[in-house]
């Protein structure tokens, strides 16, 4: 079983700071990329960032130069700081990771719990 832990989220006035911390456990063989979601009211999911094994990034342009997306491999851990937010940021932000459990079971995507981000005018 494999679990994602996110934790970070909360409530910020508008040009604050926030960071997300996402981590995976369980029995896991292999990492392809974990990346951020996130989704607003009444708003599709979106992609916010992602990192691949090798340390290859991507981001959305709405976060480009505000987002950093890092990741411990040691750890299954990435995290998402977040600078100069702005009220369209608020969202839940979901965790997500593209993994496998062992060598022959291919990779599948696993999604964490969600954590809100706030952010105030």
């Known amino acids: 079983q494999v679990q994602l832990v996110e934790s970070g989220g909360g409530l910020v006035q508008a040009g604050g700071s926030l960071r997300l911390s996402c981590s995976a456990s369980?029995?896991?063989?292999?990492?392809?990329?974990m990346g951020w979601y996130r989704q607003a009211p009444g708003k599709q999911r979106e992609l916010v960032t992602l990192i691949i094994t090798g340390g290859s990034t991507n981001y959305a342009d709405s976060v480009k130069g505000r987002f950093t997306i890092s990741r411990d491999n040691a750890k299954n851990t990435v995290y998402l700081q977040m600078n100069s937010l702005k009220p369209e940021d608020t969202a839940v932000y979901y965790c997500?990771?593209?993994?496998?459990?062992?060598?022959?079971?291919?990779?599948?995507?696993?999604w964490g719990q969600g954590t809100q981000v706030t952010v105030s005018s």
């Open positions: 997500k990771a593209v993994l496998a459990l062992n060598y022959a079971s291919g990779y599948y995507n696993y």
């Open positions: 369980g029995s896991i063989f292999s990492i392809k990329s």
